[in-house]
């Protein structure tokens, strides 16, 4: 019998059941019921009235619920269905999954040498920024989009794939063929990412206050500022922010930018007027200046 372990995620509307064995080799994401036509035991997910949105991926289903109830009320309910399922099921999914079509369209971004490229699929619920292909061993998609030479850097996140190019192209001479891969790669369900997976360590500067990550009061508020307000507009320009710490002395807030966001030639006027200015008025008297230490 399948063991199934409940997970809770830094978002309240998510949980994580995590299988004790891979459960599909691609990624899924379903937002109605009328999504999942090659999956029976997620056709009956959505006939309970709280669940809004379901992932799947690797070894793992996320379940995001409507704010009508807590997870405490419904989680172990969840969780033997999932074991009485694959108890008496080999598979999630129905033959349609092989005929399930992708799409693949590219966004521009405020930086003019990153362009994202959405897709109707779940890639990652990790957000994964890679420089050099070395780093994408356990990324098999990115190890692949490095072997284009005007790919210079990568963010993964969610549905979308954020691409650096390089400066000598434009990006209509490379759209086409960027899309294509992904959209072909995706189709044939190899990996996305691998189990094995962990970010590297980046080096910081020894004993520097500004990259030793803070967890008191504040930098708590700050953190779920952030979440709410500022990561969902910054994940639409293919961008991702990361909360590092809070120096109470100076009320400096430190963050990290990655995706579309490094490098931006706008990203100095986003962080100044965009983000400082929320945190400042969100959390009045709390907030000196923000620094992206990247």
């Known amino acids: 019998m399948s063991k199934v372990n409940i997970e809770h995620t830094t978002n309240p509307a998510v949980i994580k059941y995590v299988f004790d064995k891979i459960i599909t080799e691609s990624s899924f994401e379903y937002n109605s019921i009328d999504d999942a036509k090659n999956s029976s035991l997620v056709q009956q997910l959505f006939h309970l009235p709280f669940v809004k949105k379901v992932y799947i991926t690797a070894n793992f289903i996320a379940v995001e619920k409507f704010d009508i109830l807590e997870w405490k009320e419904v989680e172990a309910e969840l969780k033997e269905i999932f074991e009485a399922y694959m108890e008496q099921n080999d598979s999630l999914f129905t033959e349609a999954k092989a005929q399930q079509l992708v799409e693949v369209y590219a ?62 192209l434009e990006w209509f001479e490379i759209n086409n063929t960027i899309r294509d891969f992904i959209k072909e790669y995706l189709q044939s369900e190899r990996r996305i990412v691998g189990e094995n997976f962990s970010p590297e360590k980046k080096e910081t500067p020894d004993n520097d206050q500004k990259y030793v990550t803070t967890n008191d009061d504040i930098s708590k508020e700050i953190i779920a500022v952030l979440e709410e307000y500022i990561k969902p507009a910054v994940a639409g320009d293919g961008g991702n922010i990361q909360f590092l710490s809070y120096l109470p002395e100076t009320k400096e807030v430190n963050v990290i930018l990655q995706g579309a966001c490094n490098g931006c030639p706008s990203s100095t006027i986003t962080l100044k007027n965009g983000i400082e200015a929320t945190l400042k008025q969100l959390l009045p008297g709390k907030i000196g200046t923000v620094n992206a230490l990247n």
Do not use: G, M, W
Request: no cysteine; glycine share 0%; net charge negative.
């Open 107 to 168: 966004e521009s971004t405020p930086n003019p040498n990153v362009q994202k490229f959405v897709t109707n699929r779940l890639l990652s619920n990790q957000h994964i920024e890679l420089s050099v292909q070395s780093e994408a061993v356990n990324v098999p998609l990115a190890h692949e989009l490095f072997d284009f030479p005007f790919v210079k850097e990568i963010f993964i996140s969610d549905n979308y794939v954020s691409i650096q190019k390089s400066k000598d």
